[in-house]
Nanobody
Framework: QVQLVESGGGSVQPGGSLTLSCTTAGSRFTLNAAGWYRQAPGNEREMVATITGGDRTAYSDSVKGRFTISRDTPKNAIYLKMNNLKPDDTAVYYC?????????????WGKGILVNVSS
């Protein structure tokens, strides 16, 4: 069973930076297309950034120019570099592999990791 494991979250002051990592556990599943989503308390889960197997990227307007999604193929990892963090970025961040990239046609999700931006 494919498990997505997020790491790198934590607390940071406004204007600070964090880098989230997403790797796999429990299988030799290769991360091709993937994405980062987030959910703040009381809000719906929203897309933050995505990357295709061909390395095309897309970002939500709220993070464009501040966040960068990337991959490390040898490490089979997806990263989200977050700069100039704002209190509104506070949320649980989830790594995702879309259904179109999985054998059984279902989305894979990590358990999520908390990012807290406050002074």
């Amino acid at each position: 069973q494919v498990q997505l494991v997020e790491s790198g979250g934590g607390s940071v002051q406004p204007g600070g930076s964090l880098t989230l990592s997403c790797t796999t556990a429990g299988s030799r599943f290769t991360l091709n297309a993937a994405g980062w989503y987030r959910q703040a308390p009381g809000n719906e889960r929203e897309m933050v950034a995505t990357i295709t197997g061909g390395d095309r990227t897309a970002y939500s307007d709220s993070v464009k120019g501040r966040f960068t999604i990337s991959r490390d193929t040898p490490k089979n990892a997806i990263y989200l570099k977050m700069n100039n963090l704002k209190p509104d970025d506070t949320a649980v961040y989830y790594c995702n592999v879309p259904a179109s990239s999985t054998f059984y046609g279902v989305d894979y999700w990590g358990k999520g990791i908390l990012v807290n931006v406050s002074s």
